[in-house]
């Protein structure tokens, strides 16, 4: 029932340094601006999902509930969205599989600059039910406007974003069998432990374990995000140039790769960019 990864959300103290971070590492025009429900939020819309960068705005409930998140957290990924065709029908499932879904809520946004409205519908999975995750489900009709590329050599999609679990076996239940998405790999390493990948959409959902490294009680995590380029030689020459902090372009894990980090301009989200196989 889940036919995308819609959006991810960064918590970000500074929505206007952040939407220039973003704009430099993506060379890419934020597609969308919008305030209100207690936030400040800039939207990057790439090929395959969007980007959302998410910074307190004002004193009511709302605001102080992101400013407690960040207080608790830091700057980030704070969760993710998942695209449904039908929400009323996701909602259900949802509930049968003890994910303690919320009522569906009707959700609008009219972006500054043009004045454009989109609306959705949407529903959010109980934190506690999902493992630590903050995740939601939404419905809508209406493509996001896509962020205009303002420089050669810019990101172009995502490739995967990374989760991290104490527990795998659980993982692999809530991600394949409750949430009906595909396993596409489960393998184990002595060096890096265990990844299993989940398609979703053109994307995957990447799960990883190490042993020992948390009780198999502890809340899994948002760990990072990894962004496909079509040319990584110009983009990591792109980044260096605008004083991006980057490691080297080096070999990926996956055969025919090449990947490089990006270490500094993404919120305190650990970053890799991938050059993906010409097979791909």
Not at 59 to 77: K, P, W, Y
Not at 149 to 156: F, G, L, M, N, V
Not at 175 to 182: I, Q, V
Request: charged share 25%.
């Amino acid at each position: 029932m889940i036919s995308s990864l819609d959006h991810v959300v960064v918590l970000t103290g500074d929505i206007a340094a952040a939407s220039a971070a973003y704009e430099t590492l993506f060379a890419r025009a934020p597609a969308w601006r919008n305030s209100g429900d207690g936030a400040d939020r800039v939207l990057f819309t790439l090929d395959n999902t969007t980007l959302e960068l998410m910074a307190p705005r004002g004193d009511d409930a709302a605001a102080q509930h992101v400013r407690s998140a960040l207080a608790t957290q830091g700057e980030g990924l704070a969760s993710l969205c998942f695209r449904t065709v039908d929400i009323a029908k996701m909602q259900r499932r949802l509930d049968r599989l003890a994910l303690k879904p919320e009522p569906i809520a009707e959700v609008e946004s009219r972006d500054e600059a043009s004045g454009a409205v989109l609306s959705w519908r949407r529903t959010r999975a109980a934190t506690d039910a999902t493992r630590g995750v903050r995740m939601f489900f939404l419905e809508r009709a209406k493509e996001r406007p896509l962020s205009v590329r303002t420089t050669p050599a810019s990101i172009t999609a995502m490739d995967h974003v990374v989760v991290s679990t104490a527990d795998p076996e659980r993982a692999a239940a809530l991600y394949g069998a409750r949430l009906g998405l595909d396993m596409a790999l489960d393998r184990s390493h002595p060096d890096w432990g265990r990844l299993m990948f989940f398609r979703c959409g053109d994307l995957i959902v990447e799960v990883t374990h190490k042993p020992g490294k948390a009780e198999a009680d502890a809340a899994d995590r948002l760990r990072g995000i990894c962004w496909r380029v079509a040319d990584i030689d110009a983009t990591h020459a792109r980044l260096v140039a605008a004083g991006v902090d980057v490691s080297e372009v080096r070999t990926g894990r996956k055969p025919s790769t090449r990947v490089m980090t990006v270490r500094s301009g993404t919120c305190g989200v650990p970053t890799l960019l991938v050059q993906p196989s010409k097979a791909e």
